[in-house]
């Protein structure tokens, strides 16, 4: 059996990142190590997971791009999806996060923005496709 489980981003605060997501969408957090070096938020069959660069760099001895905020961010992004795009860009921003592409409908009538995280990771917050 194959199953793709979970996605860990590489951050320098793992209880920061987490109560930016927990707190910005709604997604309860299944746990965080004492270390507070890793930890998971509930967000279905898969998982989103946070890893300090200190745990990361431990695992990955080639080593690693970092999420930096003066460089553009990587070409991946989280998806979330809303019925209240404006709301929820507000509620993000207001947590912390940085506007990074406006409101724009598509051409399917899908409503997108993009914000980048504090982490400056890219995360995409929609209208489900129709």
Same mark, same amino acid.
């Given at each position: 059996?194959? =199953?793709? $489980? +979970?996605?860990?981003l %590489?951050?320098?605060?793992v209880?920061k990142?987490?109560s930016? %997501?927990h707190q910005?969408?709604d997604?309860? /957090? =299944?746990?965080?190590?004492?270390e507070k070096? %890793?930890?998971? @938020?509930?967000t !279905?069959?898969?998982?989103?997971?946070?890893?300090s /660069?200190? @745990?990361?760099?431990?695992?990955?001895?080639q !080593?690693?791009?970092?999420?930096?905020?003066?460089?553009?961010p990587?070409? /991946?992004?989280?998806?979330f999806?809303?019925?209240?795009?404006?709301?929820?860009?507000e509620?993000a921003? =207001?947590?912390?996060?940085?506007? +990074?592409?406006?409101?724009?409908v $598509?051409p399917? !009538?899908? $409503?997108?923005? +993009?914000? $980048?995280?504090?982490?400056? +990771?890219?995360v995409? /917050?929609?209208t489900?496709?129709?």
């Amino acid at each position: 059996m194959i =199953k793709f $489980k +979970y996605v860990i981003l %590489y951050v320098e605060d793992v209880e920061k990142s987490m109560s930016f %997501y927990h707190q910005t969408f709604d997604v309860p /957090i =299944k746990f965080i190590t004492p270390e507070k070096d %890793y930890g998971e @938020l509930l967000t !279905g069959e898969t998982s989103l997971s946070f890893a300090s /660069i200190n @745990l990361a760099s431990s695992n990955i001895k080639q !080593g690693f791009l970092s999420s930096k905020s003066e460089e553009k961010p990587f070409g /991946i992004e989280l998806g979330f999806t809303t019925d209240d795009v404006e709301k929820l860009v507000e509620k993000a921003v =207001k947590n912390g996060a940085v506007l +990074y592409e406006d409101i724009a409908v $598509k051409p399917w !009538g899908q $409503k997108v923005a +993009y914000i $980048k995280d504090p982490d400056h +990771y890219l995360v995409e /917050i929609c209208t489900e496709i129709q």
